[in-house]
């Protein structure tokens, strides 16, 4: 068993979106090198992407009431269930207040992995306690990106995240199934900040020379989506990340529209699967995006995104380049460098503590 360091993430969620499957390959990188890891999160929000380490201790907390009391209920039951601690990480402005009321009662230190610039995305006075989160000197700030950083004007390391269960592999009945037309794939989010309303608005004005088809990842029933009826389509719900690789990998396109990003993970995922990306300048994206190179930046309307959408697929030559770009770029982010980026920072913040 492991008896190096206790580190304890407190989280309102382990759902499977990317920034859990980010902070999940750090946990399990961080067991796998013998620190004691813990992480408190809502049982009923307990549905890991990736399997966790076994030695990664999960302390489930219960919420009984619904809507927004129950998330100032699961707050306050994280806080009171964080155990023994040498160092606590946040990810999350709402968890960073019970974590940032732990670490002071015992004397440890706190990592903030600030992923988005949250502050933009809520009504007050959410938008305000966001903002709270990042005026604290005595927090150790990591950041998903550069851009991120420079945003929120803060000192502290980036720590990009990386890519692993993702490389070429396409399905073979995805591909067959499609025939003729060129699969246009779009991961859904609800939340307006991830753009989905652009790329629904950008297929209405789409009229490729070659047959479409659209693909949609996510939570979303067909008669929600709005598509236009010229367009056949194939919703897949959410996908484990071993199917996701393959739809990336079939896909013929992967249009991501996102406003605002800290980062911007799944372009990456497309790039290290081999498919072209058509995205716009949602901020952290240029950690990696380069426009003409490795992916097809656009304005964000739907009348550029249409005609991204039309470029790309209307240029093989074009394609390609996007598709070798894109594996290159994906190579320089491997997941190795990501949880080595943490781990030396959690060390620095470990032996500069008192007492250390």
């Not at 150790?140 to 990009?160: C, D, H, I, K, M």
């Not at 991204?308 to 594996?327: K, S, Y």
Request: positive net charge.
């Amino acid at each position: 068993m492991p008896d190096g360091p206790r580190v304890t993430f407190p989280m309102l969620s382990l759902l499977h979106h990317g920034g859990a499957r980010v902070l999940i390959h750090i946990m399990n990188h961080l067991a796998q090198q013998g620190y004691r890891v813990q992480v408190v999160v809502p049982g009923s929000r307990y549905n890991p992407a990736v399997p966790l380490h076994p030695s990664v201790q999960v302390v489930p907390v219960a919420v009984e009431i619904p809507g927004k009391l129950g998330l100032l209920q699961a707050l306050h039951r994280i806080g009171r269930a964080i155990p023994p601690s040498d160092a606590v990480v946040a990810n999350f402005f709402p968890t960073f207040f019970p974590a940032r009321s732990y670490a002071r009662r015992r004397g440890v230190p706190l990592l903030y992995y600030v992923q988005d610039r949250e502050d933009w995305f809520y009504p007050f006075p959410l938008n305000w306690l966001a903002r709270q989160t990042y005026q604290d000197p005595s927090v150790r700030y990591l950041f998903a990106s550069t851009w991120l950083r420079n945003e929120l004007g803060l000192p502290g390391e980036v720590v990009p995240p990386g890519v692993e269960d993702f490389w070429p592999d396409p399905d073979p009945d995805l591909v067959r199934a499609k025939g003729d037309r060129r699969a246009v794939l779009f991961l859904w989010r609800p939340e307006r900040r991830k753009g989905a309303h652009l790329f629904l608005e950008a297929l209405h004005h789409l009229r490729s020379s070659v047959p479409v088809e659209v693909w949609v990842v996510g939570r979303i029933t067909p008669d929600r989506l709005g598509l236009p009826g010229h367009l056949p389509f194939r919703v897949f719900g959410y996908l484990e990340p071993a199917f996701l690789r393959r739809v990336y990998s079939s896909a013929d396109l992967f249009v991501h529209t996102s406003l605002f990003e800290g980062f911007g993970l799944p372009p990456l995922e497309a790039m290290a699967c081999g498919t072209p990306v058509v995205l716009t300048d949602s901020g952290g994206v240029r950690e990696f995006a380069r426009h003409g190179e490795n992916a097809w930046m656009v304005q964000k309307t739907p009348e550029a995104v249409a005609q991204g959408i039309r470029q790309v697929l209307a240029d093989p030559a074009l394609q390609e380049r996007l598709r070798e770009g894109g594996r290159a770029t994906a190579r320089r982010f491997p997941l190795r460098r990501t949880v080595r980026l943490f781990e030396r920072a959690l060390q620095a913040a470990l032996e500069a503590a008192p007492g250390a």
